[in-house]
């Protein structure tokens, strides 16, 4: 399957769950990330607040990140800006895809990042991911040395994701 289609694919078998069916089925999720070692020991996550279709972040962020350092991105043009989460209340509606995003620091230094939470459309066993299109993660995780964890529901879980010499792989998959 093509990329375009990939997408499309994964679009329509989102549209089959409620935004609190989703955010359900991730709770699970969660437990799992919080079980992996690397994440126990790292001290700089970068995560991501989710959108509807995604595996739900908010929660889970606001928890962590009174015990980790924890950054999200800012879509600003064609790239991502890293900047520190310090709360909810701290956020605003971001450029692109009117996410919530941070306000505050900017953060630069991507060599201190222990940890990525990945977001996709697909991955698959081998840790390839399968973004949205604009590579705005790869772009990152190409120059990330952080160990990086792909999170998605089962349903976005599949066989092969067709990849290019630009996509970065996960180190691990949580679904």
């Known amino acids: 399957m093509e990329k375009k289609e990939l997408r499309k694919y994964i679009r329509e078998l989102k549209r089959r769950y409620t935004p609190e069916e989703k955010r359900e089925m991730s709770y699970p999720l969660w437990k799992k990330l919080e079980?992996?070692?690397?994440?126990?020991?790292?001290?700089?996550?970068?995560?991501?607040?989710?959108m509807e279709d995604e595996v739900y972040t908010h929660d889970f962020i606001i928890e962590w990140a009174r015990e980790k350092t924890f950054l999200l991105p800012c879509v600003r043009g064609d790239e991502l800006e890293l900047r520190y989460f310090d709360s909810e209340e701290a956020l605003c509606p971001g450029e692109a895809f009117a996410i919530p995003e941070p306000v505050g620091t900017l953060f630069t230094d991507l060599s201190l990042i222990d940890f990525v939470i990945v977001p996709g459309v697909a991955f698959d066993a081998r840790g390839n991911r399968l973004g949205r299109g604009k590579g705005y993660?790869?772009?990152?995780l190409k120059y990330c040395r952080a160990y990086k964890a792909g999170l998605c529901f089962d349903f976005q879980f599949?066989?092969?994701?067709?990849?290019?010499g630009n996509?970065?792989?996960?180190?691990?998959v949580i679904h």
């Open 167 to 172: 996509d970065v792989r996960m180190d691990i």
């Open 158 to 164: 599949v066989d092969e994701v067709p990849i290019d």
């Open 35 to 50: 079980q992996n070692e690397c994440f126990q020991q790292a001290e700089v996550v970068l995560g991501y607040w989710s």
């Open 137 to 140: 993660y790869d772009r990152i």
